[in-house]
């Protein structure tokens, strides 16, 4: 088992100095997150009723957003200085590393924006509960928007206009979370069950975490090929 | 010395494809232990993806290879060094000898046969294109392995540097490791002495 984890361990480690050593790059999706959510209350007045209706939607678009700024490099780098072909020829099997390396993407650059959103509701106008069910949604729903841009990440690695198409690629498949997390929080505004929602989002997520490592780690060998 | 000895390597009718391109077919050799092997050919002859295709980077277009190693019988030395430019030279070999699971107690011993010791806490994206090179080869040093795959490993190397691979690669040699090389000219006599030749292109 520690054969195992001990590779991706250090691949997770390897991506959280990287990250210390280049802090801009990081933290460039957390402003551009903070700085739509704190922009549109200002667009639209902060007593507008309305605002309370458009947060969920604010702060997930926000969100996905941010996950796709924060992916689009993902791979380059590695691709370019020849780490992915040590990547693919290591002992431990590649969709595990390529988890590892989605896991601390996560960790860095979505798991701020979850801890960000209690604030973030609140200062949109949504009441308590809303904004337990908006933290929770993100808290499930944004490992699937960074393993889906990953996964598109490792897709377009090789190709010459990636910075157009992975959006292209990525933004069908990451609508799925925003809906049910944007869902999920109109129910709980309205008074209405809010688990089913919540519960498509532990089943994208679940398919998201085994699936798309192995997409992914397919992708790649394309890649290097 | 390599953990367990090199197995030998047959390879039978072999084709190679890069793209829809067919850059090599119907190669067949044989590589024991103790042998070295440098294929040689001119730009596009196919040095690259034979070498891809014998560590198992890239699939056969045809053919078939027998006794090719796992993942941890082989050393892969691409073209490009694999070394993170943002890194320094120690976490840079610590992180791919973490990532294989080998201990790092050799990286500093590795890096002094190298050259490199002096060097080694300064970022890879510092040192110059023959100390980059330096350093990749000082994987071969950290972590004993009974196969070698160097692509061009003369790529930017002063003479001093192209000494040390020598003695490295002869030392492997001696105790049962087998290696393949590529490069696009003639092998400097320091090296060449013993190594094989096969030519690509002819």
Redesign the interface.
């Known amino acids: 088992m520690h054969a195992l984890l001990g590779p991706a361990w250090a691949l997770f480690r390897r991506e959280l100095l990287l990250a210390a050593r280049r802090p801009a790059e990081w933290a460039q999706p957390l402003v551009f997150y903070g700085i739509v959510a704190l922009l549109f209350p200002l667009g639209i007045e902060a007593q507008n009723p309305a605002l309370k209706v458009f947060a969920p939607a604010i702060v997930w678009v926000g969100a996905l957003l941010a996950a796709l700024l924060a992916v689009e490099r993902m791979f380059r780098g590695d691709l370019e200085d020849g780490t992915l072909e040590q990547l693919l020829l290591a002992q431990a099997p590649a969709p595990l590393l390529v988890a590892a390396k989605f896991g601390a993407h996560w960790l860095l650059t979505a798991l701020p924006l979850v801890l960000a959103a209690p604030l973030l509701g609140l200062m949109l106008g949504l009441d308590p509960l809303p904004v337990r069910v908006l933290t929770l949604g993100l808290l499930l729903g944004t490992p699937t928007l960074m393993f889906t841009g990953g996964f598109a990440a490792a897709l377009t690695v090789g190709a010459q206009r990636a910075g157009i198409l992975l959006p292209i690629l990525v933004l069908p498949l990451m609508t799925p979370a925003v809906i049910f997390g944007g869902g999920a929080v109109h129910a709980a505004s309205s008074g209405l069950p809010y688990a089913a929602p919540l519960y498509f989002l532990a089943a994208l997520l679940a398919l998201a975490l085994t699936g798309l490592p192995l997409a992914a780690a397919g992708a790649l060998r394309n890649a290097v090929e | 010395m390599p953990d367990s000895p090199a197995s030998v390597l047959r390879v039978h009718a072999l084709a190679v494809a890069r793209g829809d391109r067919r850059v090599l077919s119907d190669l067949s050799f044989t590589l024991a232990p103790g042998e070295i092997l440098h294929i040689r050919g001119g730009n596009g002859a196919g040095k690259t993806s034979l070498l891809?295709v014998l560590?198992?980077?890239?699939?056969p277009a045809a053919g078939r290879i027998e006794g090719q190693p796992?993942?941890?019988q082989?050393h892969?030395l691409?073209?490009?060094?694999?070394?993170?430019?943002?890194?320094t030279v120690r976490?840079n070999l610590v992180?791919?000898c973490?990532?294989?699971?080998n201990g790092a107690a050799e990286v500093d011993a590795a890096l002094a046969r190298v050259g490199l010791k002096a060097q080694r806490h300064r970022p890879c994206g510092a040192l110059s294109v023959g100390q980059r090179r330096r350093a990749a080869l000082a994987r071969l040093c950290a972590v004993s392995r009974p196969w070698w795959f160097l692509d061009e490993p003369l790529a930017g190397l002063d003479r001093a540097a192209v000494h040390v691979l020598a003695d490295l690669l002869h030392a492997h040699a001696r105790v049962g490791g087998a290696a393949v090389l590529t490069s696009h000219q003639a092998l400097p006599d320091a090296l060449a002495c013993g190594v094989r030749e096969l030519e690509l292109g002819r």
């Open positions: 891809e560590c198992g980077l890239r699939a796992t993942a941890a082989r892969w691409g073209h490009k060094n694999a070394l993170n430019p943002v890194l976490e992180f791919w973490a990532l294989n699971g």
